[in-house]
């Protein structure tokens, strides 16, 4: 409990915690001041002593105080209890003769009278000074003492509530609550009956307890559950399952507990699983009472035993038999909350039962007859099928005790009678009725929400009850069907926020709520010969009980006096029970076992109380801001102490006594002083004596706090009396439903439900401004700064509510069903509403009342400002509550004009014409403005048209018709505003004043009247607009009314739209990016039959890059195209999977197949039977491309047409056959040449597929041939005509030479092919024809395509890597692409290539990655073929060509092919360690030559190698493996063997070699024998040929071999030497075998084909032909 408190800058002791005490209610009594060194924060009276804490926790004791041993006899001044004074003390309280304290850490000192053990300590009768007591928790092994919060002591026992929340409680008595056989109980113990609720509030009576607990929650859940019985370890809940309902009952009994029978709600009743089942449903259960005594003695003549037979577990109430002769009131003594009356009632009308129950609440004595009547035979509980699935769930959460059913009691079949919450109880047999109250109206008269059932005022949570109060008639059987799923979702959400309205505490309990709360119940035990337990006896109770009655009455605090108790609420009302023997109780009834109001006077709310032996003090707001203080009980006259009985025995003789002397009040009667003590802000009664706290009011601080509580409290009581006298009989009219549409009565619930919201929040804020200002008094722990928010959204959430009902005319519907209910003089609405209209209609009454909260806004405003005031402007408070302030007036603002709004709205709505209405009046529509005055008119309209428009917050309605017609306007059509432009049209011309509106897919224009007309009609539009695109229509922020507002909505925004026009778009729907009128940006366009494109937009057309989804019914599956468009159509590159499982990667234009691309068909495994690379026109294969049909084994490479084979191609199978030639409808037809694996060859006329027929020579594979006419297919038998020639007989070499058959002749040249792949490249470049075009053109489409594609992939960057990334940064730049080239400028040229290339964003980089595609696609596989090879080669040169076209294109000052850079003068560094990568540098010194393989080739080499090499190692299989095997038998030679055989001369022999691990400078000797040392890393330098791929890296590796030799041989003469031929021959043919490359062959030929050809003549030339000889050499060498 924070008790340190600083406000206002102003700490002067004399300003705050003053006290004031005096005894007795006559006008001569003063109040005596009593003067501390601090102020007093809180005191506790005994029946003869008090102890008061004073700020800084110091405690003090005055008045008689027998146990200190230095007592004198009279009575003490405060004294300070100096054993506490290293303590901080927090709490503190007194008991009739004992005292306690609570320190800040949660210790708890005792001191005073311990002879029961009141004091908790052992052994001793009397404990003089505070003593620490322990609560020692055995349950939980963490924390061993339980720290506390709060104390209460009675006369013989002390109740401590722990920060847990639970309650511990030691002394003497049944007032305990504790299950032991012998007192006192010396060490503190736990409650278990409360163990697993949250306790609020503990108070004691001298020989009773109450407790105020919070209902359990779901969130309770987490807390320690008793679900067995401590004593005897039986199950303490029971259920039973009936044929249409489930019974839960905990009314465990435990025979352990020497505990007395008693009424049937109590936990002890007997109520197993066997005795419900053995009650018969028909029979009235009789109910049972026991006297307080041991031995039960046994009530309407049944011992308890046997009644337990009859209990009222599955019957009807208790207590409907022959009640006891103790306390026969009326049946609502054992009130377990309140019935309810509905529809087919035994009453002739709901008025009368309400009455009834009226007189009943008022406890007029209601007779037997009167029981019998309500509660016939038939008292069995069923269960309304609405809850059968509540009942399912149950089941699973009974253990938790969280679960309660919900009971309708059936009377007579017909009468159903909802409960409320509060009968559902977890500590009572849930099927007992037991009887009903209400408050002394007829409010509580409803019906439950059929949510409510989940809950139960003991287990569940029955915080949104009052929030679904008013929506309760849902859950009624016979209104199901009208029910529609979208209100009780809006039920739903609403109650969501009723939930987070009251936020509850964190996983650890104890922690404290955000708003207190209002759901409590009050649970009592103890002596009951009073009455005062409440619980409608005068038995005892050994355990606590819930007192029923007090169940939903918002019971926020207790106290309990000697022999009565006392319960507050947030309505400020005060329920007393008890015994009423002087009056304490404030009402006659004397005594009274049930709770009853006291009787004040209209309009006095009561915010604190207190009770002493005999009297009752009220503190209570007036009609000023001073509280006033109300007394009720006794009168004490001077002298009347010493007659006062100091034991329990004499009570009756003082009693007697005191009456004579004093008298006691009728009611309780206003203190005549209490104006003079100032700001009251607490009151304290005990023994006779009474005492108030007060405050100065310094600066008008005090003074304002009080007002902004009292204001609140006042509030509260408002709103409730409008929920219960208004809102709730008006919703339980039965005329209702027929009078309302379905729309209006969601809107009603809706509107109750908001309302009901409200007023929880209202009535906690008000509690918890109560609490403020009983404790701390500052402006820190105000709820309504630091959660100002919740405020905010709860009154504009109920605002809209009210605008919402309004709008569709509901108070217009409701004016009937009122009438009939409020009469023709509704003096209650008058009263309520406050309504300022002259003559009002019922209508007004109702708008007035609904909209009387939003006033409650500018209170709040007006007192934080008040409060503001009482600080320093430069302070952090005067700074939140100016904040705060600020917010709630202009929310003010803001719902003022809302219902403005709202107003004519409605009045609009009422002269609009018919039909339209009902489509167009939706709940959020608000009217802005229309054209009725013809202030607007459409331009170019007919002669006879009439045209109306209407602005609406969310839309622009146009009205059309003919004039004379009858029914005006016959068409309208609704634009949405999120998709309106508007837009003035420039006057110069005309004198017309016209405004252009564009929507999605209309533009008109519209004639104003004036030019003024034209401004307000702009800025009306584009305000609504501008609203409707901000809040959707429901304006969220405030808005100023156009002033000073931006007035043009943007341009670019973001709706949703439907098209409805015919044309391709009709009906779909799109969602995204719009731009004056037409989708633009990105966005997604869905059809109704299921296509869907998801991308960007331009100009209301599909532009840029984006998915598109086709479903094909046929197939019942998808066709899914991902990439880019143009225009409304597919266009450029994009992949395309059809439905039938084909997919093609490549170019569109125009939804087409264009340009080059792949298309892979069918499924075999995860290979496709066939693939197409190749360039498509129009949707169809033309131009050249490559077929790979993998079913047949075969590649056709070559030209097409509309999908066929035509013109020249070559196939390949998979068998080794080749074929180029003419194709023609798909078919080799014309002159073809075919050659079979072993070179068998064939070459003339062909007419089908493999098919010869005509003229043609055949050659076989030794030269021999056949020339003449052939027929037939080949290979399976060709018919022949001819001649046969052997030519090797006759030495006819000239027409030898003619006789080899030259390939490539027949195919498609190398330059023809993949153009559409180079034509893609250079369009991307901007040129239409190769080389045509701006290079600045160029260079800037380059940075664009890099920064969309980028732009497009960090859309999803896991594509991206790190490299990846920095690359495409570093290409952003732009080199340097004009000007002289230089070493240096060809450098960066260079390098930019290599970047360029390695990006497939890049045109280079996708124009490479392309060309790689189709090269592997065409030499990979089948197409592995080594006569292949020639062709193979040349495309790679074509490439290479092609691709330095476009370079020089990109950098024009670059020397065409063979051109030359001058060298710079002094770079000599530069030849001589050159990179890998780098371009030859042997050609002449002067410069550098230029050429497409020195630049491209780097590139493009290695990444073609693979199916390259292949080729040249099929070619040179033969050569190759002749070379091996000679290779592998001279390596077996050892090295000087080898030298000399391969006649190197003598003096190149290495004697020694370096060795590497031997110390430094030791030679090894060359022996005879040794192997692979000499000359072993020019060796190792030559075998890395094979790990190269450029011909410039591998002539690299060779001209290194040389120097390698050149160096081993230096350092063996010793000397400079200079090779000759002849020497150098022999050496390198050794390093050449030694290095055992396995396919030199492939690796010459290779360097061949693609040497620059400048290299060709120079140094590197030499030393490859050197490397050429000696391959031949091994070929051919003979071994001797």
Sequence with gaps: METQRKSSGDDHGGERGLLHTWKGYSCSVTPERLFLPGPVLQVALGTRHGVLLVEGGQVYSFGELPWKQSQATEPAKPTLEGVLSGQRVVAVAAGSFHSGAVTEDGGVHMWGDNSSGQCGLSGLSAVPNPTPVALLDSDTASPPTAPVMELACGEQHTLALSAQREVWAWGSGCQLGLSVATFPVWKPQKVEHLAGRYVL????????????????????????????????????????????????????????????????????????????????????????????????????GADPTQDSENEASAGSAASSGAPPASDSGPLAQHSGGVLFGVKGSPYPDEQAVKDYLKRLSENTQADQTAKATLLTSEGRLTTGSTLNSLVASCASAVGERVASTYEALSLKKMMNFYLPSGAARADGPVAGLTGFTGDNTADRVRQEDSTQAKKSSSTGDIREEEAEGLRRRLSLPGLLSQVSPRLLRKAGRARMRAVALTPLGGAVPGTQELFPTLQTEVWSWGQGEHGQLGHGDSLARLQPLCIKSLNNKEVVRVAAGAHHSLALTAQSQV???????????????????????AKLSEGIRVWDISAGDRHTLLL??????????????????????????????????????????????????????????????????????????????????????????????????????????????????????????????????????????????????????????????????????????????????????????????????????????????????????????????????????????????????????????????????????????????????????????ADYTCHFWKSFPGKMTDSLRKPHRRLICESSNKALTLQNAGRFSVNWFIVFNDALVHAQGVAPCKNLFSTHHVFPLATLWVEPIPEENTVLYGLKVITPEETFNLLASSAMEKAKWLRSINQAVEQALSG???????????????????????????????????????????????????????????????????????????????????????????????????????????????????????????GHGVLRSGKLNTSSPSVFIGQWLQDKKTGYGVFDDITKGEKYMGMWQDHLRQGTGVVVTQFGLYYEGAFKDNKMTGTGILLSEDD?????????????????????????????????????????????????????????????????????????????????????????????????????????????????????????????????????????????????????????????????????????????????????????????????????????????????????????????????????????????????????????????????????????????????????????????????????????????????????????????????????????????????????????????????????????????????????????????????????????????????????????????????????????????????????????
């Design 201 to 300: 509030q503990v108070a004691c009576g001298a020989s009773h307890s109450l407790a105020l607990v919070r209902c359990l929650s779901p969130q309770d859940v987490h807390r320690p559950l008793v679900d067995k019985c401590r004593q005897c370890n039986q199950l303490l809940f029971t259920m039973t399952d009936k044929e249409d309902h489930v019974i839960i009952s905990d009314g465990h009994y435990c025979p352990l507990a020497a505990e007395p029978a008693e009424d049937g709600h109590g936990l002890e009743a007997p109520a197993s699983l066997s005795q419900v089942l053995k009650t018969s449903p028909s029979e009235p259960a009789l109910s049972f009472h026991a006297a307080a005594s041991n031995p039960p003695a046994p009530a309407g």
């Design 575 to 597: 329920f007393s029970w008890g015994s009423n023997s002087s009056g304490q109780l404030g009402h006659m009834e004397s005594p009274s076992t049930v709770p009853r109001l």
């Design 620 to 901: 209570a707001d007036g009609d000023c801001i001073l509280p006033i203080i109300y007394y009720s009980g006794l009168q004490v006259k001077e002298g009347a102490d010493e007659s006062h009985a100091k034991g329990a025995g004499q009570q009756e003789e003082g009693k007697e006594e005191e009456e004579r002397v004093g008298g006691y009040t009728q009611q309780p009667v206003l203190l005549p002083f209490c104006m003079d003590l100032g700001y009251v802000s607490n009151v304290v009664a005990g023994g006779q004596r009474c005492v108030a706290l007060s405050d100065r009011n310094v600066m008008g601080f005090i003074a304002s706090l009080h007002e902004l509580a009292s204001v609140e409290r006042k509030f509260y009581c408002k709103l409730c009396t409008i929920k219960t006298q208004i809102i709730r009989p008006l919703l339980e009219l039965e005329s209702l439903s027929s009078a309302l549409s379905q729309t209006a009565m969601g809107l009603l619930h809706t509107l109750a439900g908001r309302f009901s919201l409200l007023c929880h929040l209202t009535g906690q804020h008000s509690a918890s401004l109560t609490a403020n200002l009983r404790r701390v008094r500052d402006v820190k722990s105000l709820l309504i700064l630091d959660h100002a928010s919740i405020f905010l959204d709860s009154y504009h959430e109920y605002c809209s509510a009210v605008g919402n009902f309004q709008v569709m005319g509901g108070f217009q519907t409701l004016t009937k069903p009122s009438l009939d209910f409020f009469g023709k003089n509704p003096e209650l609405l008058k009263r309520l509403s406050e309504c300022s209209e002259e003559n009002p209609t019922m209508a007004d009454f109702l708008v007035a009342l609904f909209f009387l909260p939003t006033h409650h806004l500018h209170e709040y405003g007006r007192l934080l400002l008040k409060l503001a005031t009482c600080f320093e402007v430069c302070s952090n408070e005067y700074q939140m509550l100016q904040d705060s302030c600020s917010k709630f007036e202009a929310l003010a603002q803001l719902l003022k004009r809302k219902r403005k709004d």
């Design 1032 to 1154: 959707a229509g429901q304006d969220t922020a405030s808005v100023d009314s156009g002033l000073g507002q931006k007035l043009e909505p943007p341009v670019s925004r973001t709706a949703s739209y439907t098209f409805y026009k015919d044309g391709r778009l009709k009906e779909a729907t799109y969602e995204g990016h719009w731009l004056a009128g037409k989708p633009n940006g990105r966005g997604v366009l869905k059809w109704p039959d299921g296509r869907i494109y998801k991308g960007t937009f331009k100009n209301g057309l599909e532009d840029g890059f984006g998915e598109f989804w086709a479903p094909n019914k046929t197939l019942n599956k998808t066709d899914h195209y991902q990439g880019h468009w143009k225009d409304g159509k597919m266009h450029g590159v994009g992949t395309y999977r059809y439905a039938s499982g084909e997919v093609y990667d490549g170019f569109f234009q125009d939804n087409m197949r264009h």
């Design 1240 to 1680: 068998t060859t064939y070459e003339g006329e062909f007419s089908d597929d493999w098919t010869l027929n005509g003229k043609g020579v055949l050659t076989m594979a030794n030269g021999d041939y056949l020339e003449g006419s052939f027929n037939g297919e080949w290979g399976s038998g060709l018919k022949v005509a001819g001649s046969y020639f052997k030519p090797h007989l006759f030495l006819d070499t000239d027409k030898d030479k003619n006789r080899t058959v030259k390939l490539g002749r027949l195919c498609v040249r190398a330059e023809d092919k993949w153009k559409a792949v180079f034509e893609e490249c250079w369009r991307q470049l901007g040129c239409e024809e190769p080389g045509r075009g701006e290079n600045g053109t160029a260079w800037e489409n380059i940075a664009v395509a890099l920064s969309t594609n980028r732009q497009h992939i960090q859309d999803s960057p896991e594509t991206l890597s790190l490299s990846h990334s920095r690359t495409l940064e570093s290409l952003e730049v732009i080199p340097q692409h004009v000007g002289v080239i230089t070493m240096e400028r060809y450098h960066t040229i260079r390098l930019y290539l290599i970047k360029a290339c390695d990006t497939p964003l890049h045109p280079l980089g996708r124009l490479l990655e392309t060309l790689v595609a189709v090269y592997r696609m065409t030499y990979v596989g089948v197409g592995a073929n080594r006569r292949l090879l020639p062709q193979a080669v040349s495309e790679i040169k074509s490439y290479l060509n092609r691709i330095f076209q476009i370079v020089r294109f990109l950098f024009p000052d670059l020397p065409e092919e063979g051109g030359l850079i001058p060298e710079p003068t002094t770079s000599v560094q530069d030849k001589k360690d050159p990179g890998s990568n780098d371009a030859p540098l042997e050609s002449p010194k002067p410069g550098r030559v230029v050429s497409s393989s020195a630049l491209l080739l780097p590139v493009l080499l290695p990444r073609l190698y693979p199916p390259l090499f292949t080729l040249y190692a099929l070619e040179k299989e033969r050569e190759d493996d002749v070379y091996w095997e000679c290779v592998l038998r001279l390596n077996k030679q050892p090295d000087l063997a080898l030298l000399a055989f391969l006649g190197v001369q003598q003096r190149f022999w290495p004697v020694s070699i370096p060795v590497l691990m031997p110390a430094l400078g030791e030679k090894q000797q060359v022996l005879s024998s040794t192997k692979d040392v000499c000359f072993a890393s020019a060796v190792e330098t030559l075998q890395q040929i094979s790990t190269t791929f450029t011909p410039s890296d591998k002539l690299q590796l060779i001209q290194l071999t040389f120097e390698e030799i050149t160096k081993e041989v230096q350092a063996l003469l010793k000397q400079d030497f200079l090779w000759s031929m002849d020497d150098l021959f022999p050496v390198f043919l050794y390093v050449v075998l030694r290095a055992r490359i396995r396919n030199l062959g492939s690796e010459v030929s290779l360097i061949e084909d693609l040497m620059d050809p400048c290299v060709q003549h120079g140094e590197h030339g030499i030393m490859f032909t050197t490397l050429k000889a000696c391959y031949y050499q091994i070929q051919h060498e003979k071994i001797t």
